[in-house]
């Protein structure tokens, strides 16, 4: 069982999103458009104090507005849309989440970019043809906002669940 934390952001044109993950993101059937603010790790102690170490992280972050860039190439065969705005408020959320109880978790090789994946082909799949359909699908950048985070739990094989939901602000406290 794996554990991770994320940011379910409420995007225009979600539709089209979805549409685009549909064909290109295995996780799609998973979990639905998100941007990963903890990346899924396994501690089997932590379950019964995760959610206060989230309540903890995220007091006195607001509600905030995104911007997400046109869909673009990444590392590993993955599409992904880049957030343009807000990215220091992810910034400050994601080191937060990384102390405490979860900082062994924090990888020392790669930097924080807070990103919407829309797909992750094979190595045999065409991924220049997969984002020039992205791109034709989504070709402008696209604006949303996040009030919430939560906590994802994978079963695996491609089975999870969210295991709690905590508002930002004062948008439901």
């Known amino acids: 069982m794996e554990f991770a934390i994320v940011a379910f952001p409420v995007i225009e044109c979600a539709d089209l999103v979805a549409s685009v993950r549909r064909r290109f993101d295995p996780l799609d059937g998973l979990l639905p458009a998100h941007v990963t603010l903890v990346f899924p790790f396994s501690q089997p102690s932590v379950e019964h104090s995760l959610e206060r170490h989230v309540a903890e992280a995220i007091a006195g972050v607001d509600p905030f507005d995104i911007t997400l860039e046109r869909p673009t190439r990444a590392d590993d065969n993955y599409i992904v849309m880049e957030l343009s705005g807000s990215v220091d408020r992810f910034g400050l959320v994601h080191d937060r989440l990384y102390s405490g109880i979860l900082a062994p978790h924090l990888s ?9 994946t829309v797909g992750h082909l ?52």
């Open 108 to 116: 020392k090789v790669h930097s924080y970019r807070p990103h919407v």
């Open 122 to 173: 094979s190595p045999s799949e065409d991924l220049d043809a997969a984002t020039a359909h992205a791109l034709d699908v989504l070709p402008r950048p696209l604006s949303g906002r996040v009030d919430a985070v939560a906590a994802f739990r994978l079963d695996y094989p491609w089975r999870g669940e969210v295991v709690f939901t905590l508002p930002l602000g004062n948008s439901g406290r």
